[in-house]
Structure formats: structure tokens, C-alpha cells
């Protein structure tokens, strides 16, 4: 059997220099004070967990942030709102700042354009933490969009000039599509594609693997929304995809009479899950 392996799968830069950062202070000898992140660090469970067994806890919103005294609170790669950053700082607390600078970019783009009087469109899920740290630094109350239903409902006054910016995991074509409805209704329209380049190579290459393939394998967790979106790229191109976290969710029986399978996995997923799923893929057929 013919295994392919999408050279972009795996941790992005963003992700990378997140898990880096908490991993340096917990091997620091001069850090003695705990360690929190604010959040999981990333949609893995796998590496929550260890991150957990090594002592790092997790605050789960304002409320645990209220309780805190002291310590180090790493911010990780989605952002957080201005706010927080504000609350930090007045409590004290010392702050690891791991935000990736693509969201970061995104921060000050919708601080400037509210600032001056934009209507901020966000170009994601709303519930996405990366997104709800962007609408916590717009000056004025944004408006999210994530599919063609609500981007053919949006509405402001004629005289009121529109920012569009998108969350950076947000599947391109899609950004695209929905930007083309926004902008047919005629109003003053500013476009900042702020989809990470990063995010739009996996989802291309992906795309291009399972075009090849007789299956495909997606590997990451059901929370990441990069990866679920891998995944319908892929669903797309190839009947046979399957969304796996670990090495434990992939049954092998629906491969055997494959020739050749494609790996991909998304931004959070670590190396030794792919390697693990690749190696076991090789090795059994």
C-alpha cells in the first residue's frame, strides 16, 4: 500500500510557538510560581492532558481568572479579549503571551476600523475562541457571519462603511463566497483575507491528496474547527475519508483493500500522533 503524507500536517507556527512557550517554563528551574493557561492551550486533548499531569492548570473563563492571586498565565494561540489583558494587568499577573501574530493582526485591524466608525464583519464561527477574542477588541459590536443564510440577512445603513476580516482558520473558498454576497449589496466595503496562508496550504494540499487517494485519513480533535473543516474538504474529494483523534480511533479493517491512503491532520494535532497513525498504516499493510 501507498501511504501519502501531507507535509503540512500538524502543529502550525502559532500552535507551535504556543505549546513551546509552556513547555520552557515548566523546564525553567528559576520558575517556581504555578502555571495556567487561559483555556486548553490547544484543541488537543492529548496535550491538555499532559500539560495537566506536569501541573499546569487550566482557567476556564473570567470567574477562575477573578480567583487568581499570583502566577503565570499563558494566553494561548487563539487570542483573548482586550479585557482580559486589561484584568491581567491590573491584578498583577504575570502574562506568557502566546498568541499567534496572525490573530494578533486581526486584533488591530478591527480596533482601527471600529475606531473609525466601521461596521466590523467577522467571517467565522461565533463560538469559536479565536472569534470571541476578535469581538473583544472592536469598539462597536460586531457581526458574524458563517454561512450564505446570514450573509444574504446582513444589513446596515447604506451610509455606513463595512470592515470584513475572517477568522484565520476559516476554509477559504467559502471566505470568498460569502464576501461576494456582502459586497453585491453596494455598501462601502474594506476586505482584509486574514485566513492564515498556513491554514489555506493544508486545506489545499489536503484537498489535492484525497483527489489521489482510495482513502483518506484526518486526524485531530472534534473541537478543532481547522480540522473539521479538513475533513469536509477531503469528504469532498474522496467517499472513504475518516476523522480520527489517536491511532485508537482508526479501524483498519476499512483499509485493507485500499492501495493507496492519504494522511493529513490539523493545526493542534502533535508529530507523534501522525507518525504513530502513519507507521501503523505502513506497518499493517
Known amino acids: 500500500m501507498e501511504v501519502k503524507v501531507a507535509k503540512s500536517a500538524g502543529f502550525c507556527f502559532g500552535v507551535k510557538k504556543a505549546v513551546e512557550a509552556v513547555y520552557q517554563k515548566l523546564e525553567d528551574p528559576f520558575v517556581h510560581s504555578a502555571i495556567y493557561t487561559y483555556g486548553p492551550l490547544i484543541h488537543n486533548e492529548e496535550v491538555v492532558c499532559d500539560l495537566e499531569k506536569k501541573g499546569v492548570k487550566v482557567l476556564h473563563g473570567e470567574e477562575d481568572l477573578e480567583k487568581l492571586t499570583e502566577g503565570i498565565v499563558v494566553l494561548r494561540s487563539h487570542g483573548v479579549e482586550k479585557r482580559i489583558y486589561d484584568k491581567l ?25 471600529s475606531e473609525e466608525g466601521y461596521q466590523i464583519v467577522v467571517i467565522g464561527n461565533d463560538k469559536h475562541p479565536e472569534v470571541e477574542g476578535i469581538k473583544g477588541w472592536c469598539k462597536t459590536t460586531p457581526v458574524i457571519i458563517e454561512n450564505k443564510q446570514q450573509a444574504m440577512e446582513f444589513v446596515v445603513e447604506k451610509e455606513k462603511k463595512v470592515c470584513i476580516v475572517s477568522q484565520t482558520t476559516f476554509h477559504y473558498t467559502k471566505f470568498k463566497d460569502l464576501v461576494e454576497i456582502i459586497s453585491k449589496k453596494g455598501y462601502d466595503i474594506v476586505v482584509r483575507n486574514t485566513i492564515c496562508n498556513a491554514t489555506e496550504e493544508r486545506q489545499t494540499e489536503a484537498k489535492q491528496i484525497a483527489s489521489e487517494v482510495d482513502a483518506m485519513i484526518v486526524i485531530g480533535s472534534k473541537s478543532s474547527s481547522n480540522t473539521q473543516k479538513l475533513y469536509e474538504i477531503c469528504k469532498k474529494e474522496c467517499k472513504n475519508t475518516y476523522y480520527i483523534q489517536t491511532l485508537v480511533d482508526l479501524d ?25 497513525v502513519h507507521t501503523n498504516v505502513r506497518i499493517k499493510f
Do not use: R, W
Not at 89 to 113: L, M, N, S
Not at 252 to 276: Q, R, W
Open 89 to 113: 494587568q491590573e491584578k498583577g499577573i504575570t502574562v506568557v503571551d502566546a498568541t499567534c501574530p496572525f490573530v494578533k493582526k486581526i486584533h488591530q485591524i478591527v480596533a482601527k476600523y
Open 252 to 276: 483498519f479493517d476499512k483499509l485493507k483493500s485500499m492501495g493507496c491512503v492519504g494522511i493529513t491532520a490539523g493545526a493542534s494535532t502533535p508529530n507523534n500522533i501522525i507518525e504513530e
